[in-house]
């Protein structure tokens, strides 16, 4: 999964933190430090849905799958299991 938190780490840090990754841990809270506000979580989404081909529910646009790196990840790896088990 290294590769797939490198990926979104990348896209983050490039769309969102304007290429200044140095001070972003993956574990960060994107609420907590005010990162991502409404308008970047659908442009996220719409990131994700694209470029791994996976389908974001609207139940599950929540922080428990989408506030860092990390939960982002894991949550696009469950997804692309999901689909691999159909």
Do not use: C
Not at 6 to 11: L, M, S, T
Not at 49 to 57: A, P, Q
Request: negative net charge; charged residues 30%.
């Amino acid at each position: 999964m290294t590769g797939l938190v490198n990926e979104i780490r990348d896209y983050i840090v490039e769309n969102f933190h304007f290429g200044q990754g140095d001070d972003l841990a993956n574990d960060d809270s994107f609420l907590e430090k005010g990162f991502l506000d409404s308008t970047g979580v659908l442009v996220l989404v719409d990131h994700l849905e694209e470029t791994y081909g996976i389908k974001v529910g609207d139940d599950e646009i929540t922080p428990e799958n989408l506030d860092s790196i990390t939960l982002i990840s894991s949550y696009v790896q469950r997804k692309l299991d999901e689909a691999k088990a159909e």
